[in-house]
């Protein structure tokens, strides 16, 4: 594991370098953090911010499912629940910790996957979010980096499917997604969202989810 003082973006470090399967490379302090969707993720020192380096050797279609599990991991260490695709959750909704992927592809196949994983631990950065310390979830920064580093080396994605949906708090909620508004109905063997509007069931891929509080 590398521990840096600080870095722009721990996903940014890891992709410029060419570090085998399994490399963990954190921060304490993170000055440029991305988020999904091109957001940002503010780098307040004491939360965990962390990147690991994955080069495995699987078909595209199941690439997703490296993100999936990452919340899968994380959410099995210390509590709480997802919304899809890895969002973890409070009680109230509020953003405990979040995940973004990034690949770099070499003739058609995956070259480099990059899953970093920001965990609020002892601040919440915005008033919709929250930390675990609030919970009353104390955990150790650097041990949690290891184990997550080692459980996503080893991750078996035959297995994220059926953890995912034990810790998910999306289906069977009515959701928003795209402009899709429906009952999330199932996760597909790929990772993608079902969404039933009714009239028919759309398969999601990627978005920023909503739920929806009647209708
Ligand atoms: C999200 O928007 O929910 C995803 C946030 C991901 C933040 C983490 S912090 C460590 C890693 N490095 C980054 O630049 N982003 C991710």
New binding site residues.
Partial sequence: MIWLEHC?????ELLARDLPHGTGL??KV?T??????G?V?E?TEGN????VLLRPQVPVAQVPLYTLGAGVLLAERVGFQLKWP??LLDGDGR?L????AEAEWRDGRLDKL?V????NLVHAPHPGSACLADHGVHVAREQLADDLRRDLADLDLGTVRERWLRCNLTLGRRVSIGGITGVAVDLAANGALLVNDGERTHTVITGDLGFETSG
């Fill in positions: 722009g973006s721990t996903n940014a954190a921060t993170q440029a953090g991305r988020g999904r969707l957001r993720w780098g965990l911010f962390l990147s890895n969002d953003k910790a979040g995940i973004l990059v970093g994983i920001g965990v």
